[in-house]
């Protein structure tokens, strides 16, 4: 079985480019344990350390228990892992580090509040679902939190590069009309696609408002902060660590470190913290997440240490009611037919994204406004699932990363059965599938060329894998 199979490459390929890492989902209890398992007589020796190197691929190393939690990885992510077997895997982890290797030599940086933000959520995640950090700490064989952070960061940082990479590779593949048409065309009538059903969603979403003495009043808490600091000599990380609403960043007393040449946190924040002196607190300002304060502790270089207090201001109880009976009347209006439900969204909804379309929802991953049912969010299709067409859902409450609170009406505006793949009807689809088949090419073209330009030693171990890319190097040396 051949390291990494078209159909393997493919499917590894949409995980990566349309799914964020999920740490918290590879907590799997149930899985087998890998690592005691041999991969056959001839693809493995008796004398594997454990732990071992399986390979070095430029300035990185793949060790067998990345085998075992890629495996883990996968099953999380609801890729079947019955017919893939280890040598695939490692083939894939080849490729993962040829990837970051090549992003680093040419310059492509992370969003390191990003991968944080990422590692908190994926953090809280665990926690909810299995109850204990001690828990999290025995199965990564780790003795502290921080030990574990600086793992999961690396692990996230370099999937991040990776799939990065992949973007960049292929960013400049385009397909024509007439290139879609013949990829079409050269599949056999029996084996064309089959599309789940789909359904097209809208929503109008009422956010409450924040009176202007709640943001006055959260100004005035910051101000008061950063007079007892410079005045008192009080702890600014003190201050962030009991006082901020920044989750991510507050147990690290709301640090973060930026870089001039990587854009990270909002334009907002970083205008303010590149003008500060080391030393110097900021005056409080604001950013779609509420108000900040910002302490400057040190620049070296280009990289810029501070610490920061993020305060929301206070939403009332007034004004989360008066956004209830805002949207829940809308709602009314439309079932009374007064009102359409793209005209109310135009008019009264708060969601930019949406609202100038009529509130319809886009696919993140296709960009058209379609959504098969069997691919849809979870949250969003147990919110749609018992609609009929037209029909308006009743008030929800939700939020977001912004908006700790929102309400919303959703509808489904059409919705198209399961049927084979029509050109016609289905030409945005057709096109992707184009579009994928020939990034895939452009994919093994650069691979090809990239191996014989890296350093890339595969352990004895592993060289009687039947690897689909030359990773042994065998034709040119």
Not at 41 to 70: C, M, Y
Not at 130 to 157: A, H, P, V, W
Not at 441 to 452: L, R, S, V
Request: glycine fraction near 4%; aromatic fraction near 8%; proline fraction near 2%.
């Amino acid at each position: 079985m051949k390291s990494t199979t078209k159909s393997i490459y493919t499917t590894l390929l949409v995980c990566v480019l349309t799914m964020s890492v999920s740490f918290a989902q590879e907590i799997i209890q149930d899985v087998e344990d890998t690592s005691k398992k041999e991969i056959d007589s001839t693809q493995r020796s008796d004398r594997r350390k454990v732990d071992g190197v399986a390979a070095v691929v430029g300035d990185f190393v793949v060790l067998d228990s990345d085998i075992d939690k890629e495996y883990i990885q996968l099953q999380a992510r609801g890729v079947s892992i019955k017919e893939i077997t280890r040598c695939q895997l490692f083939g894939k982890l080849l490729e993962d580090k040829l990837y970051a290797h090549h992003a680093i030599q040419d310059s492509i940086t992370v969003n390191e509040l990003e991968i944080r933000s990422n590692i908190e959520q994926q953090m809280n995640a665990f926690l909810e679902q299995k109850g204990t950090m001690q828990e999290l700490l025995d199965y990564y064989n780790k003795d502290s939190e921080q030990s574990l952070r600086e793992e999961m960061f690396e692990i996230n940082k370099n999937q991040k590069l990776a799939s990065d990479m992949q973007r960049k590779i292929i960013a400049d593949v385009e397909v024509t009309p007439e290139e879609v048409r013949d990829y079409f065309n050269s599949i056999p009538k029996d084996e064309r696609p089959v599309f789940g059903t789909e359904l097209k969603v809208a929503q109008i979403v009422v956010i409450p408002e924040i009176s202007e003495e709640a943001k006055q009043a959260a100004i005035d808490k910051l101000k008061e902060y950063k007079a007892d600091v410079i005045e008192n000599g009080a702890s600014f990380t003190t201050k962030a660590v009991f006082y901020s609403d920044d989750v991510a960043a507050k147990k690290k007393g709301g640090m973060y470190t930026l870089n001039r040449k990587r854009p990270q946190m909002v334009k907002e924040f970083r205008d303010v913290a590149f003008s500060l002196q080391e030393g110097e607190i900021s005056e409080p300002f604001e950013t779609d997440f509420g108000y900040h304060i910002i302490l400057l502790e040190k620049i070296r270089g280009q990289e810029y240490d501070v610490r920061h207090i993020l305060l929301r201001p206070e939403i009332t109880e007034a004004s989360i009611l008066a956004a209830k009976e805002k949207i829940t009347k809308v709602r009314e209006q439309i079932i009374a037919g007064d009102l359409s439900f793209a005209d109310a969204a135009r008019e009264f909804s708060d969601e930019k994204e949406t609202k100038y379309e009529g509130g319809q929802l886009i696919n993140p991953y296709t960009q058209d406004s379609s959504m098969e049912l069997t691919k849809m969010d979870p949250e969003l299709y147990g919110q749609i699932q018992d609609l009929k067409d037209d029909e308006i859902s009743l008030v929800l409450q939700d939020q977001d990363r912004i908006n700790p609170i929102k309400f919303k009406i959703l509808t489904v505006t059409d919705r198209i059965d399961e049927h084979e793949a029509d050109f016609s009807r289905d030409y945005l689809k057709i096109k992707a599938l184009a579009l994928q088949e020939k990034q895939y090419k452009e994919i093994q073209k650069w691979q090809e060329e990239k191996i014989f330009d890296t350093y890339v030693k595969i352990s004895d171990d592993y060289k009687s894998c039947e690897f689909n890319s030359n990773w042994l190097k065998t034709e040119k040396e």
